[in-house]
T-cell receptor, first 115, second 116 residues
Framework: DTGVSQDPRHKITKRGQNVTFRCDPI?????LYWYRQTLGQGPEFLTY????????KSRLLSDRFSAERPKGSFSTLEIQRTEQGDSAMYLC?????????????FGPGTRLTVL | AQTVTQSQPEMSVQEAETVTLSCTYD???????LFWYKQPPSRQMILVIR??????QNATENRFSVNFQKAAKSFSLKISDSQLGDTAMYFC?????????????FGEGTQLTVNP
């Protein structure tokens, strides 16, 4: 059974650059979630998809952030004009989408450092 | 909006002993789920245990069990026979029940260290 995978695992960028992260969910999971985790804190919700539809976005997701899941499989999270405050771990999770057992399983995360 | 509070930033326990991590939450929802996730150093978040709010029976998973007090909005995690591999950050999380999926709301976490 292949778990949730994320790429890259680490990204260092300069302020003002654009970055894109990829998440591949567990096969047959139709829900996909993005969270952001800063050092020593719990993850905070950013957005989620059911299949290819983006159903909810947090107010944390500013205009510089965009997420897509074009074919209902993998997802990308893009951050434009990065700022030092964007430095964090970006976590992806997926779930089967069955109401009674909708547990989210997490990937290893992408650690972003903005210099 | 839901909030989750973990009042113990750090805890330690001796190997083979029992430890309890606390979690309280606030919600106006009646149907929801509660979770404990474990995040070992530099490793990914792993589900430890889940509890459905409509179930009165406390969930158990091997050495892990919860004490769910719905009226008090309390959800503590008990780890029995602690092992060195239990050293990790533990997060309590809340999810409201919905037909189209729902976000997890996490607490601040409790860093647990198991000492040999």
């Amino acid at each position: 059974d292949t778990g949730v995978s994320q790429d890259p695992r680490h990204k260092i960028t300069k302020r003002g650059q654009n970055v894109t992260f990829r998440c591949d969910p567990i096969s047959e999971h139709n829900r996909l979630y993005w969270y952001r985790q800063t050092l020593g804190q719990g993850p905070e919700f950013l957005t989620y998809f059911q299949n290819e539809a983006q159903l909810e976005k947090s107010r944390l997701l500013s205009d510089r952030f965009s997420a897509e899941r074009p074919k209902g499989s993998f997802s990308t999270l893009e951050i434009q004009r990065t700022e030092q405050g964007d430095s964090a771990m970006y976590l992806c999770a997926s779930s089967l989408g069955v109401i009674s057992t909708d547990t989210q399983y997490f990937g290893p995360g992408t650690r972003l450092t903005v210099l | 909006a839901q909030t989750v509070t973990q009042s113990q930033p750090e805890m330690s326990v001796q190997e083979a002993e029992t430890v309890t991590l606390s979690c309280t939450y606030d919600t106006s929802e009646n149907n929801y789920y509660l979770f404990w996730y474990k995040q070992p150093p530099s490793r990914q978040m792993i589900l430890v245990i889940r509890q459905e709010a409509y179930k009165q029976q406390n969930a158990t998973e091997n050495r892990f069990s919860v004490n769910f007090q719905k009226a008090a909005k309390s959800f503590s995690l008990k780890i029995s026979d602690s092992q060195l591999g239990d050293t990790a950050m533990y997060f309590c999380a809340f999810m409201k029940q919905g037909t189209s999926g729902s976000r997890l709301t996490f607490g601040e976490g409790t860093q647990l260290t198991v000492n040999p």
